[in-house]
């Protein structure tokens, strides 16, 4: 990088990413995807939205008193009370930023906002002020910046450059730009704005038009020098620019991009699948870099070109982004020390003695079942862990499902409801459906099933199957994680963590719901 500008990697996955129905996380599910950030070498990580509600507090608070490398951000709207409720949850972090808006765009501004021009810039002027009071590290973002008057975004850009931001982000909120015309916007306004040397341009795109990744990279080219972005491309609506798309095209194409990041990119596959399976999102097979088939060939003419020459058909190392065919030689005789020292190797960290104890617990379980465990497994097993180490209304008993060709499925589960085990029994149109109607049976959710899910999380037929369900209950969404070789039992494991969910308070708040 000794001639290269470095790019900055600002990444919102904790704060846009969770935004995403049913993707909230808890408080020990963020931080252990913050760890994982920063072992990536991640620049900024946004880690919340403090105003939203007391429990996105208390995880911005504690990600900013444990990371000491990556700089930790809080999102505030241009409010004192947003700014003032971020500063106190940033106030210990080694080196702490807020992230303050206000939208800037026509519409936004008539029907959002019901405010002026004048008012608007005076407003984002008064933030940036008084966010500068906790820290020196203020980021200002021009809300749909992407749909707004270039003159005024020059304006209000130049005033909050003076009144002490240091970080510009032009947002394409809804996702509603094109490359060529985003790019032009960057390089305009960096050219117009008088004070534009003294903070660094950044973007923040929304995928909407499947134009995120190229839109950001359009405005790298065009001087931005921060892109915001989240993993797999968690976000609102069709999601963010993808984190690890941005940053592979930029470190693969190096003989068009002026500049360079710090990441260390054998942590993106690890990454991903920890904020996939702390989610509930699976990644799809083809995505790119961290998808399954990302670097696989089923051609006979591609893989006659890779074995000769890998160069013919892939453009990156595997090994590069984390994948590895590697796999564990634990088994049924493994111990603690050798379980948790290869937890450690790939990264997962166990939040408590507790959730290593379920965790390895488990692992046994496994091994009696399965004849070899890969890192995948172990990874799922980490996962469960940590759900069931979160309050359980109710849990899986025993479940006995019966199908058989020409009869109706039947299953009979019995749950421990509150400590209380409640036997149910019910018919369906397949063993998974039967065995939802047995625990409904019992538990009576007065829930919608949105999406049932089913993906293996290694090769053979001895797979652990790892489900996810989305349930919505009077406006509230979550999804419920399971893991299991049985997917009849994996089904039911995540049908009922998503209920156990649902069971418990809302820890946050979408953004634009807030007063």
Known sequence: ???????????????????????????????????????????????????????????????????????????????????????????????????????????????????????????????????????????????????????????????????????????????????????????????????????????HCHNDLGLAVANSLAAVLNGARQVECTINGLGERAGNASLEEVVMTVRTRQDIFPCETDLDTTQIVPTSRLVSSTTGFAVQPNKAIVGANAFAHESGIHQDGVLKSRETYEIMRAEDVGWSANRIVLGKHSG???????????????????????????????ADKKHEIYDEDLQALATEASLSSVNEYCKLVSLKVCSETG?????????????????????????????????????????HLQLYSVNAITCGTDAQGEVTVRLEKAGRIVNGQGADTDIVIASAKAYINAVNKLTQPVVRAHPQKLN
């Open 407 to 447: 009869e109706t499925p039947h299953a009979l589960v019995t749950l421990s409801v509150e400590d209380e085990e409640r036997v149910g029994a019910a018919d369906g149109g397949g063993p998974v459906d039967a065995s939802f109607k047995a625990i409904e049976s019992i538990i009576d959710s007065e829930t």
């Open 1 to 203: 990088m000794a001639d290269k500008e470095k790019l900055i990697i600002f990444d919102t996955t904790l704060r846009d990413g969770e935004q995403s129905p049913g993707a909230s996380m808890t408080q020990d599910e963020k931080l252990r995807i913050a760890k994982s950030l920063e072992r990536m070498h991640v620049d900024v990580i946004e880690a919340g939205f403090p105003i939203a509600s007391p429990g996105d507090f208390e995880a911005v608070r504690t990600i900013a008193n444990t990371l000491t490398q990556s700089t930790v951000c809080g999102l505030a709207r241009a409010l004192d009370k947003d700014i003032d409720r971020a500063g106190e949850a940033l106030k210990s972090a080694a080196s702490p930023r807020i992230h303050t808006f206000i939208a800037t765009s026509p519409i936004h501004m008539r029907s959002k906002l019901r405010m002026s021009p004048e008012q608007v810039l005076d407003q984002a002027v008064a933030a940036v002020r008084r966010a500068r009071r906790y820290t020196d590290d203020v980021e200002f973002s021009p809300e749909d910046a992407g749909r707004s008057e270039i003159d005024f975004l020059c304006r209000i850009i130049e005033a909050a450059i003076a009144a002490g931001a240091r970080t510009i982000n032009i947002p394409d909120t809804v996702g509603y730009n094109i490359p060529q015309q985003f790019g032009e916007l960057v390089r305009q306004l960096i050219e117009k704005v008088p004070n534009s040397d003294k903070a660094v341009f950044s973007v």
């Open 336 to 366: 603690r020390n050798a379980f948790r020292s290869r937890l450690e190797e790939i990264g997962i960290e166990m939040g408590s003695e507790q959730e290593l104890n379920e965790a390895f617990s488990r692992f046994k379980d496994l």
